[in-house]
């Protein structure tokens, strides 16, 4: 099993630019969760879905859009990029159907806005 | 809203010493406690978790502490190594949604 792979593993981006990350499970998991990295201030949780064709918001939504249409991908869609979403972001998926398990971490993506 | 304080920010600890990381969360109906280690450059990766249905559960160095009364959990390593310097993160979920709430971390030091 690859596990939990995302790409681009680093991306630029201009201010206003689009993009989507990607995610991909090979285990089968139910629920997928996506989080942003910051300095000081922990893995903020983003997005998440408890299995395909749901979704639901996390702690920072704002400017991200996430689909689920298939159990093994989750990609996360940045709107209109903004300096203030320059992070590192993970991707994370769990056998359950909520996150009462362990939860494997993908690579993460290092992503700069300017 | 809803939130995980995890304390200190940063730890320096002897090798061979124990060190101890505490949390405290806000609601009262989380159910599950997890803790990852995240090493320079690394993803996340869980190391030990405990249910609130235990006080405590041990795993070789590490054991982790549950109050439900006081809402606080801890993460206990004993005699610490070079290979635990890392940052450590508590989580807990947050019951009536499918949300885990991370603390901000801990770096921890294990000095020679």
């Known amino acids: 099993n690859a596990g939990v792979t995302q790409t681009p593993k680093f991306q630029v981006l201009k201010t206003g630019q689009s993009m989507t990350l990607q995610c991909a499970q090979d285990?089968?998991?139910?629920?997928m969760s996506w989080y942003r990295q910051d300095p000081g201030m922990g893995l903020r949780l983003i997005h998440y879905s408890v299995g395909a064709g749901i979704t639901d918001q996390g702690e920072v939504p704002n400017g991200y859009n996430v689909s689920r249409s298939t159990t093994e991908d989750f990609p996360l869609r940045l709107l209109s990029a903004a300096p203030s979403q320059t992070s590192v972001y993970f991707c994370?998926?769990?056998?359950?159907?909520?996150?009462?398990?362990?939860?494997?971490f993908g690579p993460g993506t290092r992503l700069l806005v300017l | 809203g809803e939130n995980v304080e995890q304390h200190p920010s940063t730890l320096s600890v002897q090798e061979g010493d124990s060190a101890v990381i505490k949390c405290t969360y806000s609601d009262s109906a989380s159910n599950y406690f997890p803790w990852y280690k995240q090493e320079l450059g690394k993803r996340p990766q869980l190391i030990i978790d405990i249910r609130s249905n235990v006080g405590e559960k041990k795993d070789q160095r590490i054991a982790v502490t549950l109050n439900k009364t006081a809402k606080h959990f801890s993460l206990h390593i004993t005699e610490t190594q070079p290979e635990d310097s890392a940052v450590y993160f508590c989580a807990a979920n947050l019951n009536r949604d499918d949300k885990i709430i991370f603390g901000k971390g801990t770096r921890l030091h294990i000095l020679p």
């Open positions: 285990m089968n998991h139910e629920y």
């Open positions: 994370a998926s769990s056998r359950a159907r909520g996150p009462q398990e362990t939860q494997y």
